[in-house]
């Protein structure tokens, strides 16, 4: 199939990423938020992103205006109706996305492919919110988007093989790298990095080490460009606490219980980067 215009829900970190990066790829693009302010926000992202190439030569004014023109606002998801695929990147939460697929199943046009950005959250369950299953299929890019090379694809119980190769074709266009993943909590990348960010938070949780020494070691002696605390609050701490939560309840198994300490600073609103405090505090 043939995709021109895409809508992006959610204009938060990822979703401000994955706009901008589908935008540069010359896709036409709708970006969705509940509130005009996220979209404010989110829009100032990418505008400081592309000044920053037109600073470093790898790209001019007139291209940035191009690209910032190709991207339209949207606090109504019935603006779904004209777009060939939706990209989801709203809050890590089941009831959330599948709300929001219910509503894009009956808004979106028949043929149009309805994709979740989840970390961690089952694609097939999202997909069985709509009359389209064959159509749902997670698309997993990692954070900061426009850096990093890599979208995790996830097939749900019904993915269809065509709606998989059109995926990967998109995801190619948009200069990343596709890996197909099955539907299981975490798929790889969550199932293997949040357990590490988790026993880093027991770690200092348990007086081990300093938060700084812990990232340090991690840093130094493993050669991972930030340390999984600083990663943490990058990432989000209440996305962290989500994420745990879906590998606990979807295995059963007490290895993968949120901290305790994790929990204590999202119900404090501590989040990291995004709130100005996290396990380190940010201007
Ligand atoms: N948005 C856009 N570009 C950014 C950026 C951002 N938020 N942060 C950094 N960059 C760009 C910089 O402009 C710079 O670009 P150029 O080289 O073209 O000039 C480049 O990235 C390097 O930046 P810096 O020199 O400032 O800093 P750095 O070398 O320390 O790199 C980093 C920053 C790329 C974020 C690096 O620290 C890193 O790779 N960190 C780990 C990120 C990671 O693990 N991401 C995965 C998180 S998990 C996930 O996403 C999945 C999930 O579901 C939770
Ligand atoms: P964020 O908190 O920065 O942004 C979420 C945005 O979604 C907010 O602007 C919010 O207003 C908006 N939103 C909430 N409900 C909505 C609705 N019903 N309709 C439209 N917009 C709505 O979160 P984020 O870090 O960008 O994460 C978004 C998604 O991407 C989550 O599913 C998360 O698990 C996933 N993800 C996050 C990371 C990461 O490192 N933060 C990496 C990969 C994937």
Redesign the pocket.
């Known amino acids: 199939m043939k995709v021109k215009k895409i809508m992006v ?9 994955i706009a901008q990066v589908c935008a540069q790829a010359g896709y036409e693009l709708v970006l ?4 005009d302010k ?1 979209l404010e ?2 829009l100032e992202v990418i505008q400081r992103n592309l000044s920053r190439q037109v600073e470093k030569g790898r790209m001019t004014e007139r291209e940035k205006e191009e690209v910032l023109g190709r991207i339209v606002r949207s606090t109504d ?1 019935q603006d779904a109706k004209e777009v060939e695929l939706v990209i ?6 089941m009831e ?2 599948r ?2 697929f219910a509503q894009l199943d009956d808004f979106a046009p028949d043929h149009a492919i309805l994709a ?6 089952p694609i097939t369950e999202i997909a069985a919110a709509t009359n389209r299953p064959e159509q749902v299929i997670g698309m ?4 900061p988007v426009p850096v990093m090379k890599l979208v995790e694809i996830i097939r749900g119980l019904a993915t269809a093989d065509e709606v998989y190769k059109t995926i990967e074709q998109i995801t190619h266009t948009l200069g990343k790298v596709p890996v197909e993943v099955n539907d299981f909590p975490g798929f790889v990348s969550n199932r293997i990095l949040m357990p590490m960010i988790n026993e880093a938070v027991y770690t200092l949780y348990e007086g081990v080490a300093t938060k700084e020494a812990i990232d340090e070691v991690m840093k130094l002696g493993m050669n991972h460009p930030m340390g999984p605390l600083t990663l943490a609050d ?3 701490l ?2 962290c606490l ?2 745990m939560e879906i590998l606990h309840d979807g295995f059963g198994d007490d290895k993968y219980r949120p901290c305790p300490l994790l929990r204590k600073y999202v119900k404090a609103g501590w ?1 990291g980067r ?1 709130s100005g405090r996290g396990f380190y505090r940010y201007e």
């Open positions: 829900i959610g204009a938060g970190q990822m979703g401000s990423g969705n938020d509940v509130k996220h926000r989110g998801l989801e990147a709203a809050v890590e939460n959330v996305k709300q929001i979740s950005n989840t970390s961690s959250l997993h890019f990692m954070n990058f990432i989000g209440d996305t989500y994420i989040l995004k």
